[in-house]
């Protein structure tokens, strides 16, 4: 918990499932409230307002929009939490109104959008705002741990990764609100929404990558746009190579598991938690602090450090983007059929390439 006195006064924009996550996260600090609710629809601003009340808050202001709220309430963090092709357009916006912004993830689903926002995101920070995007997993002790680990040499020379989620969502989750599974809103499917923390946490441990080729699937869930299955390698440029899967069409029990190997050591993260870690040529034994999550509580603590320091956050608008290309060269890959090259992707390159008709569909 911060002991800043600073009081942060926080817009909250979607007041669906994630924001009551970001309401709740901000609820329990002593440094921050929340004095905006932004959402269309009146029920779920009016549910998230009665729920602030309910765990002691003020109540907040509520808006249809964004432009009403910034003119309407004293706001200096935004936090986005709207569908995901709307994020962009959002975030910049509001880092106009010169307003600090947290953005959840994905930053968006559109790089051409995430790039604008990325060099909006530049001159607000020359200006003092701070921008930052939800990617909650690097806050985790255990990642923490293995990502120091790498910086340090302690696995010697990296070989390669292995990164997975096997989730299950039903058709009665994608049909529960009408931008899922919609390639417009929610950008993609298994892998831009449910896999993109693991993709950011591939790309935290192994840097960047250099090439890409994949195969993306709808297998079980027909009634959607986008891939419930999708499996890609890749190569990174420090030599090292990786495979990574991303599903909702797994029986519900699977997990989320990022194993990073190196020559004379490795780790692995298994649903947030640190299960193995050797370092040095030999096993050391695994932290209990790092068998603990971290999730938007250390992250909020980071961006609101930021702020009251002036320093750049841990988590930027551009370490987002290059999550963003990597989710979006994957679909690229699997589109055309052949290997693309992640730098690319991440310039534009295959902007004009139209990634839904590049999902598979199972035998008949």
């Known amino acids: ?191 831009m929404n449910q896999g993109v923390h693991t993709v950011d946490l591939l790309l935290w441990f192994m840097g960047r990558p250099v090439s890409i080729q994949a195969q993306a699937l709808r297998a079980a869930h027909h009634a959607i746009e986008v891939e419930d299955t999708v499996v890609a390698t890749l190569t990174f440029e420090n030599g090292s190579v990786a495979t990574l899967h991303a599903t909702t069409a797994a029986f519900p029990g699977g997990r989320t598991r990022v194993s990073v190997h190196g020559t004379q050591g490795g780790a692995e993260v298994e649903d947030d938690l640190l299960r193995r870690f050797n370092v040095d040529g030999s096993k050391d034994k695994v932290p209990v602090e790092a068998e603990k999550p971290g999730g938007h509580v250390a992250q909020y603590e980071d961006i609101f450090s930021a702020i009251d320091s002036g320093e750049q956050p841990g988590i930027t608008v551009h370490d987002a983007i290059e999550a963003l290309a990597t989710v979006r060269a994957v679909y690229i890959a699997s589109t055309l059929q052949r290997p693309v090259k992640f730098i690319d992707v991440l310039e534009g390159r295959y902007d004009d390439v139209e990634v839904s008709r590049g999902i598979r569909l199972p035998p008949a």
């Not at 806050?139 to 070989?159: E, H, K, N, W, Y």
């Not at 058709?171 to 919609?182: F, K, L, N, Q």
């Open 1 to 191: 918990m911060s002991d800043s006195t600073n009081n942060h006064q926080v817009a909250i924009v979607g007041c669906g499932i994630i924001g009551r996550t970001h309401a709740d996260t901000i609820a329990a600090r002593s440094d921050a409230t929340v004095t905006a609710l932004v959402d269309g629809d009146a029920a779920a601003r009016e549910a998230l307002a009665a729920r602030l009340k309910e765990a002691g808050q003020p109540e907040p202001k509520v808006y249809d929009d964004l432009t009403a709220a910034l003119s309407g309430s004293d706001i200096s963090l935004v936090a986005i939490c709207t569908p995901s092709g709307t994020h962009a357009a959002l975030a910049e916006q509001a880092l106009n109104e010169k307003k600090h912004v947290v953005i959840e993830k994905p930053l968006d689903v559109d790089l051409i959008r995430a790039r604008r926002l990325g060099a909006a995101a530049t001159r607000a920070a020359n200006h003092g705002v701070i921008s930052s995007v939800i990617s909650q997993h690097r806050f985790d002790p255990g990642s923490a741990l293995v990502s120091q680990a790498i910086r340090d040499g302690r696995f010697g020379q990296l070989t390669s990764a292995v990164a997975t989620v096997a989730w299950w969502r039903s058709d009665e989750y994608y049909a529960s609100a009408g931008w899922r599974g919609t390639w417009a809103q929610d950008g993609g499917g298994a892998l």
